[in-house]
């Protein structure tokens, strides 16, 4: 289903884009959508239970490991709700060594995954509520583990087009 719906959205814009040239639209071309990241962002949606694009991401690097965290960007009790039940999920799979969840919204292994995986006893990941959201908070003493999880929140911040450091006054990149 998803597919055909893809594959849909994928004609109109075909077609919006031909009927354009048709009829004499200026020479510069018509943006494109970004259809991987318009994926992402569905398959985001199923796995969090939130609509990506009025939710905010953060993927911060600390010291010690860093944070995720995810809010909705207008006050939203059963959205904050949905997040807040995403973040304990993934916390404790995360704890196990399961990277599944960003595996499905990414469409691929996410890099870092697998030293945060074989290294998952030396890491902890504590889910905490925000006013619109929540975090999971992600520490370890572990220098691999570290830049590990570092690599892990700086697709994770490219992927989604997502903040990080610069968020934070007092924080350098």
């Given at each position: 289903?998803?597919?055909?719906?893809?594959?849909?959205?994928?004609?109109?814009?075909?077609?919006?884009?031909?009927?354009?040239?048709?009829?004499?639209?200026?020479?510069?071309?018509?943006?494109?959508a970004?259809?991987?990241?318009?994926?992402?962002?569905e398959?985001?949606?199923?796995?969090?239970?939130?609509?990506?694009?009025?939710?905010?991401?953060?993927?911060?690097?600390?010291?010690?490991?860093?944070?995720?965290?995810?809010?909705?960007?207008?006050?939203?009790?059963?959205?904050?709700?949905?997040?807040?039940?995403?973040?304990?999920e993934?916390?404790?799979?995360?704890?196990?060594?399961?990277?599944?969840?960003?595996?499905?919204?990414?469409?691929?292994?996410?890099?870092?995954?697998?030293?945060?995986?074989?290294?998952?006893?030396?890491?902890?990941?504590?889910?905490?509520?925000?006013?619109?959201?929540?975090?999971?908070?992600?520490?370890?003493?572990?220098?691999?583990a570290?830049?590990?999880?570092?690599?892990?929140?700086?697709?994770?911040r490219?992927?989604?087009?997502?903040?990080?450091?610069?968020?934070?006054?007092?924080?350098?990149?």
């Amino acid at each position: 289903m998803r597919r055909w719906r893809a594959l849909s959205f994928h004609m109109v814009v075909l077609g919006s884009i031909l009927l354009g040239c048709s009829r004499g639209a200026p020479s510069t071309p018509a943006p494109v959508a970004d259809t991987s990241f318009v994926a992402m962002q569905e398959r985001g949606k199923a796995a969090m239970g939130v609509d990506q694009y009025t939710s905010s991401h953060l993927f911060e690097d600390l010291p010690d490991g860093g944070r995720i965290v995810l809010q909705r960007n207008a006050p939203d009790t059963v959205g904050t709700g949905a997040i807040r039940a995403h973040m304990a999920e993934i916390a404790t799979a995360f704890a196990r060594g399961d990277f599944d969840v960003p595996g499905f919204v990414h469409g691929q292994d996410v890099p870092g995954t697998s030293v945060m995986t074989a290294r998952r006893a030396e890491i902890r990941y504590e889910a905490d509520t925000l006013p619109r959201g929540g975090q999971v908070r992600i520490t370890t003493h572990d220098s691999a583990a570290v830049a590990a999880v570092h690599q892990f929140l700086a697709f994770q911040r490219s992927a989604h087009h997502a903040a990080g450091h610069e968020m934070h006054p007092g924080h350098s990149p």
